[in-house]
């Protein structure tokens, strides 16, 4: 079935410091991918998204590249904030019944400390 | 309001109590998904609805697990018997359509669910 798998965390970087959280796919077919993030006490909300191969997702500073042939869809930013302190989930989308399921990976806590 | 209402925000229901869970989504929203989300894991899909129709309830633990959207817009998780197990978050999320890929699942805050 489908799956994500991302790496464990807390992550726990300086302010200004350069991340990347690692995520990686398993799916049939052409999945979409995202990246959502949940801020302390507030919903999970979607920060960037790709639909094909070699697309990229950005906002907010964050991007990430879909790569069909690693299977991967890393996150990046160049200069973390305290602001971005928060539970990051790579997800997948794939249709299928007429409607697009989401299945998530277990999330990264990062802590960016000043 | 413009996002996803959920309530309550927290229930503390005693062993083989039964609780229900609402979700108001973002109004004329067709699609809508439950999921549950254990301490440290990433939320894992219960069910999904278009409009009044469940068309998906495959991530349904057991039959103590119960939703409704009778009238395609709030809808109703209910736990049968609960047990420890069924401490979670419940989250809701909705859609503006179902059948166009992509678009973006706006979700609510959650119910976090203790059963002692």
């Known amino acids: 079935g489908d799956s994500v798998t991302q790496m464990e965390g807390p992550v726990t970087l300086s302010e200004e410091a350069f991340l990347t959280i690692n995520c990686t796919y398993t799916a049939t077919g052409y999945p979409s991918l995202f990246w959502y993030v949940q801020y302390p006490g507030e919903g999970l909300q979607l920060l960037l998204k790709?639909?094909?191969?070699?697309d990229k997702g950005s906002n907010k500073g964050f991007e990430a590249t879909y790569r069909k042939e690693t299977t991967s869809f890393h996150l990046e930013k160049g200069s973390v904030q305290v602001s971005d302190s928060a539970v990051y989930f790579c997800?997948?989308?794939?249709?299928?019944?007429?409607?697009?399921?989401?299945?998530f990976g277990t999330g990264t806590k990062l802590q960016v400390i000043p | 309001g413009a996002g996803v209402s959920q309530s309550p925000r927290y229930k503390v229901a005693k062993r083989g109590q039964d609780v229900a869970l609402r979700c108001d989504p973002i109004?004329?929203?067709?699609?809508l998904f439950w999921y549950q989300q254990a301490l440290g894991q990433g939320p894992e899909f219960l069910t999904y609805f278009q409009n009044e129709a469940q068309l998906d309830k495959s991530g349904l633990p057991s039959d103590r697990f119960f939703a409704e959207r009778p009238e395609g817009s709030v809808s109703t998780l209910k736990i049968q018997r609960t047990q420890q197990e069924d401490s979670a978050v419940y989250l809701c999320?909705?859609?503006?359509?179902?059948?166009?890929?992509?678009?973006?699942?706006?979700f609510g805050q959650g119910t976090r669910l203790t059963v002692v």
């Open positions: 109004s004329g929203h067709v699609s």
């Open positions: 790709a639909t094909k191969a070699d």
């Open positions: 999320a909705s859609r503006r359509q179902g059948n166009v890929v992509n678009t973006e699942a706006f």
């Open positions: 997800a997948l989308g794939t249709s299928g019944g007429g409607y697009q399921k989401v299945t």
